[in-house]
């Protein structure tokens, strides 16, 4: 007997069956990869994709940077701001002035 996917998990299906592969290469090789991506405007696996002749994902990106903060790390940053660890969305403000600011100062 057969399970019944539901619909909207259809389109993840392809995403399941597909397999990660990592590389293990030079420093100065990866650099390069990353650095060709970015100036492509392209994530470094659709760029690896594109040197190797394989199709990409050519939709539109949202550009954005993440980082993972733990709760030890909004407590630093909270102390930092001068706000309490709960302000996430107020810690996540200033964490983006500065790095603009970061960038602005480093022209």
């Given amino acids: 007997m057969s399970r019944k996917i539901p619909e909207k998990w ?11 592969v990592a590389f293990d290469i030079d420093e100065k090789i990866q ?10 405007g392209l ?4 760029q690896i994709r594109s040197i190797l002749g394989l199709p990409t994902n050519r939709r539109p ?12 790390d909004y407590e630093i940053l909270a102390a930092k701001y001068q706000l309490v ?8 403000r200033k964490l983006m ?7 602005i100062d480093d022209e």
């Fill in 10 to 20: 259809s389109s993840s299906i392809k995403a399941v069956k597909a397999v990660q």
């Fill in 31 to 40: 650099f390069e990869i990353r650095k060709q991506a970015l100036e492509a």
């Fill in 43 to 46: 994530s470094p696996s659709d």
């Fill in 61 to 72: 990106k949202r550009p954005r940077l993440t980082v993972s903060l733990s709760l030890q």
């Fill in 85 to 92: 660890a709960e302000q996430q969305l107020e810690i996540k």
């Fill in 97 to 103: 002035d500065d790095l603009v600011q970061h960038v």
